[in-house]
């Protein structure tokens, strides 16, 4: 990501949520913008670009799972989910759906604030590619790395299919494939991948690392299933092979 100033969309339901977020964020050098709900989410994010999205899951019309996988079919930017205490099986369905974090309700607004930093230094600084195709302009081989049946370009931090096309990845998704590729033939552990990954010492949720690892797998495995590419060490952790 540059220097700017990042934009932020804050999509919830809730006034008051929305204007104490928008508000604490604007103080700390953020420029911010509301929805209500997932239609005035969509409308805006399509007249507008975004360095990242607060979503909240329970929400009247399209909920925020929904608009996850809307989100997820135009946009890799950084995506933190807003869920109840106990909706442990939603945090589980963002982020096998593309999140890259969730925080639970009631928000504490200095830790969404760390996780907004963090999401955004795991995210990859995109070229400008405005009126290019994906794919259409060659990367140079240095930067590629061999994924099974995919390539991870390094240099513009994405992931092209056998044609050279592009496959939607989340930033989480890019940094993991790029701990696996600067660690081939390692067996990593959780911690480990987290550390490196993540950028940061500590994590709500550690299980998410296999989560997406499955979501990995079912982009550039032959037969995810039975994966050759990112295999699992039993009791250990996973392996780039």
Same mark, same amino acid.
């Given at each position: 990501m540059s220097d700017t100033v990042k934009r932020i969309i804050v999509c919830d339901d809730e006034t008051h949520l929305r204007e104490m977020v928008g508000e604490y964020l604007v103080e700390r050098g953020y420029h911010v913008s509301e929805a209500a709900d997932a239609d005035v989410l969509h409308k805006k994010m399509a007249c507008e670009a975004f360095d990242l999205?607060?979503?909240?899951?329970?929400?009247?019309?399209?909920?925020?799972?929904?608009?996850?996988?809307?989100?997820?079919?135009?946009?890799?930017?950084?995506?933190?989910? @807003?869920?109840?205490? %106990? #909706?442990?099986?939603? $945090? /589980?369905?963002?982020?096998?759906?593309?999140?890259?974090?969730?925080?639970?309700?009631?928000?504490?607004?200095?830790?969404?604030?760390a996780r907004i930093k963090a999401a955004l230094r795991r995210a990859p600084d995109l070229p400008e590619a405005e009126g290019m195709s994906a794919g259409a302009a060659a990367a140079p081989t240095d930067t590629l790395v061999p994924f099974g049946r995919c390539s991870l370009d390094l240099q513009a931090a994405k992931l092209l299919g056998e044609q050279g096309e592009e496959i939607p990845i989340t930033a989480m998704e890019?940094?993991? @494939?790029?701990?696996? %590729? #600067?660690?081939?033939? $390692? /067996?990593?552990?959780?911690d480990q991948l987290l550390e490196q990954a993540h950028d940061r010492d500590w994590e709500p949720f550690d299980r998410s690392i296999d989560l997406r690892i499955s979501r990995i797998r079912r982009k550039i495995e032959v037969n995810p299933t039975k994966p050759e590419v990112i295999r699992t060490v039993r009791g250990i952790g996973y392996i780039f092979a």
């Open positions: 999205v607060i979503l909240d899951i329970n929400m009247p019309g399209q909920d925020g799972l929904a608009a996850l996988r809307t989100l997820r079919n135009s946009f890799d930017i950084p995506v933190i989910m @807003l869920t109840a205490a %106990s #909706e442990v099986i939603d $945090r /589980v369905v963002g982020l096998e759906m593309g999140a890259d974090d969730y925080l639970g309700k009631p928000v504490d607004l200095r830790e969404l604030e890019f940094s993991l @494939l790029r701990v696996f %590729s #600067e660690n081939r033939g $390692r /067996v990593l552990n959780r």
